[in-house]
């Protein structure tokens, strides 16, 4: 069986990585120039660190976490209003950079992977898929795999116009190199909100400096200058914010998107399927995506390699992931008034919470209830974590 998965991002290459291992002949496209170093910070776990463990990657993935003693807000002046400081011996949960969890998969990824190259169109037919890419060439394939993001060019062709659901806020993240500035925020990730925007930093190795931007915008369209829109927004609100916005990079260092989620009735079509952010994008505020990527790529490989009955996997595949993935959805739509509070009574009220968490005894509680039920349940043959710690 041979499948050509457009997109080699997290969700493509950890499905390639399953299938290879499992006999199957794997090609990855990617759209990009080269391999996407770039993303914000992640807080990895649930069942994507499960799959993680499953794959054998944990020894990488310790060597490039970053440490987080303390999630911190503060106001213009950079002085502290509140926080929390985060409990030792937190299993099964660590901090990382998107890009470097994408890596360390990517460098046990055995499939040739074509850089600078999507799907133009494809064809279907009783033997399989026919794919011409935008590099003129050609694939012939048994399964056609979108993992290729929230803006799915899979997916557009194979289902239509599918309108992601824009949560109302615009989002962006840079780095910078800075060793004043890395040492000042240090191993605490800092943060400012203000009613309709959050900003966010947190140091990272080789005295460089991760920033995260968010904002309450409800028009969808993108800027066409997205640098410009970041200093009109941020570039008055104090802090590290008039410094670090004079250096911001433009794109493609400089990552902008809106902040959306993916709902669809069907991920597959046929021999096309979905997986990763084309089918269940739960957004930045979920925080899950990364990790529901992984499982969800899992679950289709477990499912494609289980029979050989491929209409029959596909239909599996999306029964046992969509639950889930709901209901990380619904918990990332609650979580909005968390993140980016809308008025200032809330940001009020969430700094007397945070002050209440940090009584001993309660920080633990806290931060276990900040988690969507989706690392908990994922439905169907095969419950992801018993699954993978049955191996």
């Known amino acids: 069986m041979k499948a050509l998965i457009c997109g080699a991002g997290i969700a493509g290459l950890t499905l390639a990585w399953h299938l290879e291992r499992a006999g199957w002949e794997v090609e990855l496209v990617e759209r990009a120039a080269a391999f996407r170093d770039g993303g ?51 299993e099964d949960i660590m901090s990382l950079l ?39 060439t050609s694939r012939e394939a048994d399964l056609l795999v979108g993992a290729d993001g929230a803006r799915s060019r899979v997916r557009e062709l194979a289902f239509g116009d599918v309108a992601p659901r824009f949560l109302g806020h615009h989002v962006a993240a840079f780095t910078l190199r800075d060793a004043r500035l890395s040492e000042q925020i240090g191993t605490r990730y800092q943060m400012l909100t203000e009613p309709g925007v959050m900003a966010g930093a947190y140091a990272l190795r080789d005295d460089r400096l991760s920033l995260l931007l968010l904002r309450r915008e409800p028009d969808p ?118 993140m980016a509070p809308s008025h200032r009574w809330r940001i009020a009220a969430r700094d007397v919470m945070l002050r209440l968490a940090a009584l001993p005894g309660v920080d633990r509680l806290f931060v276990n209830s900040l988690s969507p039920g989706g690392h908990r349940v994922i439905s169907g043959r095969s419950h992801v974590l018993e699954s993978v710690r049955e191996d």
Do not use: K, N
Not at 54 to 79: A, S
Not at 104 to 124: K, L
């Open 98 to 136: 998107r890009g470097d969890l994408a890596r360390v998969i990517a460098d046990e990824v055995r499939a040739p992977i074509t850089y600078g190259a999507g799907v133009e169109s494809f064809d279907q037919h009783a033997e399989g898929v026919s794919i011409r890419l935008t590099d003129g």
């Open 221 to 338: 369209a993108l800027p066409g200058d997205p640098v410009a829109a970041l200093r009109r927004g941020f570039g008055e609100r104090g802090w590290i914010l008039p410094e670090v916005l004079a250096r911001c990079p433009g794109p493609p260092e400089l990552y902008y998107d809106l902040v959306t989620q993916v709902e669809m009735e069907r991920w597959h079509a046929g021999r096309v399927a979905l997986v990763g952010d084309a089918c269940q994008a739960v957004s930045l505020f979920a925080g899950q995506g990364a990790s529901m990527a992984m499982a969800g790529a899992w679950i289709l490989a477990d499912e494609l390699t289980a029979d050989g009955d491929l209409p029959g996997a596909l239909i599996r595949y999306q029964e046992r992931m969509a639950p889930s993935i709901a209901e990380v959805q619904r918990f990332g739509r609650r979580f909005i008034q968390w």
């Open 40 to 90: 914000y910070m992640i807080d990895f776990y649930g069942p994507g660190y499960q799959v993680a463990r499953r794959m054998g990657l944990l020894p990488r993935l310790l060597d490039v976490r970053y440490p987080v003693v303390e999630v911190g807000y503060v106001d213009r002046r950079g002085r502290r209003t509140s926080g929390l400081t985060l409990p030792s011996g937190l």
